[in-house]
């Protein structure tokens, strides 16, 4: 029953702006493998774009951090991931406005926790 309200959570998702959130991380992830500096960075937005494509039924996890992890995530917030968090946690508090919209908004609240500190992060 669980992968069911999965798979009709997920056609939802993608239906009402999930696939748009996805293309926007891969088009990011696209930009960032432009230069050799910010390949470790555009493959922390294709696995972004992954998870935004297909949210519902999957969860992420914390790794235990060490000093490069946090590097990558100090440089990965300077250069724009707190605003994109910030997007995320806008987008899901005016979709927990209505009783439909909670689950979505529960879906943008963890694209946010993604979006500030990608690595050390694992997608369930």
């Known amino acids: 029953?669980?992968?069911?309200?999965?798979?009709i959570g997920n056609i939802l998702w993608i239906i009402f702006g999930g696939l748009w959130t996805a293309?926007?991380?891969t088009v990011?992830?696209?930009?960032?493998?432009?230069?050799?500096?910010?390949?470790?960075?555009?493959?922390?937005?294709f696995k972004i774009a992954g998870f935004a494509l297909f949210p519902f039924g999957r969860d992420i996890r914390r790794e235990s951090s060490s000093s490069g992890r946090l590097c990558l995530n100090l440089i990965w917030i300077l250069?724009?991931?707190?605003?994109?968090?910030?997007?995320?946690?806008?987008?899901?508090?005016?979709?927990a406005i209505t009783i439909i919209g909670i689950p979505f908004a529960q879906q943008h609240f963890k694209l946010?926790?993604?979006a500030f500190a990608p690595f050390g992060t694992k997608i369930v």
């Open 1 to 7: 029953m669980g992968g069911l309200l999965s798979l």
């Open 23 to 25: 293309i926007e991380w």
């Open 28 to 45: 990011s992830g696209l930009l960032m493998c432009i230069t050799i500096i910010g390949i470790p960075f555009g493959i922390q937005a």
């Open 79 to 95: 250069l724009g991931g707190f605003y994109i968090a910030i997007s995320h946690i806008m987008t899901g508090i005016f979709l």
């Open 112 to 114: 946010a926790g993604i």
